[in-house]
């Protein structure tokens, strides 16, 4: 995608009238919808899993152009479960859905359709009513036939009355220019939300714990990783020196679990803070003293109290 490009066709889409909206990106689990944020945002802010479900949190991401404002909200994978952690991370993307300007949905375009489509169709069809006009994503259009596209669209077209639909690939960046070039289109017009320096809402902590958070998703094996949770301790800037102190704790909900994160001899511990330090470092913008600890919360998400603690769910 060419930025220079992509900001001089904003600019002619908004016709010289400011345009600003909340966009929320929606869908099942793993279907892209982190990756197609961070291509859109040029950036990486969302972390990123192979892993279904990878997303916990609402993020909000801010793409600043000439003559608009388009703040992305990533959302966790909607899907139907009976667990207290599950269904928190639902109703926060159905928040984030209560609250756009304009609805993205994205949907495995090289995968057949899916139970939780189904579930996302009947609450858009609820919010009827809602003024919010919804973009369907098709993603990983580079790996379906291209016979099978066209079939596929009209397929959709049936379901719902979308606003538009768009084929994407977001692994590769393919058509995402005008995926954002529609999105504008669909924005109202209006004054910024944020100041143009802004790329997101959450605290440097957030994004710390997310990065080592996406490193356990990616050592860690089985369902080991989705009982981990992690919290930012202390970040603390040397007195005259270019290096910060950053402490966090690894929370899982068992015992023979802390032994797993923490390896023979720790060396699944020192993984995971080496291949965290460096993004730490970047998103820093200094060195890291990275110090990680692993404590047992039991049963961390069946726990209100502590999925509130943690982020996961609202006081």
Do not use: C
Not at 22 to 31: E, L, Q, S, T
Not at 89 to 108: H, T
Not at 234 to 241: D, I, S
Request: avoid cysteine; hydrophobic fraction near 45%; glycine fraction near 6%.
């Amino acid at each position: 995608m060419d930025p220079t490009n992509d900001k001089a066709e904003a600019a002619e889409i908004a016709g010289g009238a400011f345009r600003a909206a909340y966009v929320a990106i929606i869908g099942r689990p793993n279907v892209g919808k982190s990756t197609l944020m961070n291509h859109l945002l040029q950036q990486k802010l969302s972390i990123v899993s192979p892993r279904p479900q990878t997303t916990w949190h609402r993020i909000l991401g801010i793409r600043n152009l000439p003559q608009a404002q388009l703040l992305f909200l990533d959302t966790p994978g909607m899907h139907e479960s009976d667990t207290v952690f599950n269904q928190s991370l639902v109703r926060a993307a159905l928040r984030a859905i209560a609250d756009a300007d304009v609805i993205l949905w994205l949907i495995d375009a090289s995968q057949s359709e899916d139970p939780d489509d189904q579930l996302i169709l009947e609450q858009l069809r609820e919010r009827k009513t809602q003024t919010a006009p919804v973009i369907l994503g098709l993603n990983k259009v580079d790996l379906v036939e291209k016979p099978l596209l066209l079939p596929l669209i009209a397929r959709w077209q049936e379901a719902y009355s979308f606003a538009e639909i768009v084929p994407v690939s977001a692994a590769n960046g393919d058509n995402v220019d005008r995926l954002e070039s529609v999105l504008l289109q669909h924005a109202p017009v209006g004054h910024p939300f944020y100041p143009p320096d802004d790329l997101s809402d959450r605290p440097e902590r957030f994004f710390i714990a997310e990065i080592i958070r996406e490193q356990a998703f990616a050592l860690l094996h089985q369902e080991l990783p989705y009982a981990v949770a992690v919290q930012v301790e202390a970040v603390k800037a040397r007195e005259g020196k270019d290096l910060t102190d950053v402490e966090a704790t690894i929370y899982v909900e068992k015992g023979g679990q802390k032994g797993i994160v923490i390896g023979a001899g720790g060396q699944m511990l020192k993984r995971i803070g080496e291949r965290a330090r460096p993004e730490i470092e970047a998103l820093l913008e200094t060195r890291v003293f990275l110090r990680l600890w692993v404590k047992v919360q039991e049963g961390w998400r069946k726990d209100v109290a502590a999925l509130r603690r943690f982020g996961y769910m609202e006081p």
